[in-house]
């Protein structure tokens, strides 16, 4: 099992930048395709952007194409997101996950098992 948190949530205009970072924490040290989810109030879970196992791979969802990147460092066993021209409707709760099974980076949510409890940002127009 794979314990994630999340950071670097908070309140930003339109057009600003944050990045989040997912720090993990894996007892079998085992590289795992990474993920960032996102859920907005009333809205189901949506996927974001995923990297493989290897960083080589990337993944992401087509409204944050060309404004967010997902990148990943190993030695610090931590996963970014940064997203740059924010808009309103990027606004929600993000979440970090690990995939269970498998080496590639993937937009369907029932291949991650692991978790974070997720930080909000918050777009203001």
């Known amino acids: 099992q794979v314990q994630l948190v999340e950071s670097g949530g908070g309140l930003v205009q339109a057009g600003g930048s944050l990045r989040l970072s997912c720090a993990a924490s894996?007892?079998?040290?085992?590289?795992?395709?990474m993920a960032w989810f996102r859920q907005a109030p009333g809205k189901e879970r949506e996927f974001v952007a995923a990297?493989?196992?290897?960083?080589?791979?990337?993944y992401y969802a087509t409204s944050v194409k060309g404004r967010f990147t997902i990148s990943r460092d190993d030695a610090k066993n931590t996963v970014y997101l940064q997203m740059n021209s924010l808009k309103a409707e990027d606004t929600a709760v993000y979440y970090c996950?690990?995939?269970?099974?498998?080496?590639?980076?993937?937009?369907?949510?029932?291949?991650?098992?692991?978790w974070g409890q997720g930080t909000q940002v918050t777009v203001s127009s």
């Open positions: 894996d007892r079998t040290n085992r590289r795992k395709p």
């Open positions: 996950a690990a995939r269970g099974d498998g080496y590639g980076s993937s937009p369907n949510i029932a291949d991650y098992a692991d």
């Open positions: 990297v493989s196992w290897s960083g080589g791979s990337t």
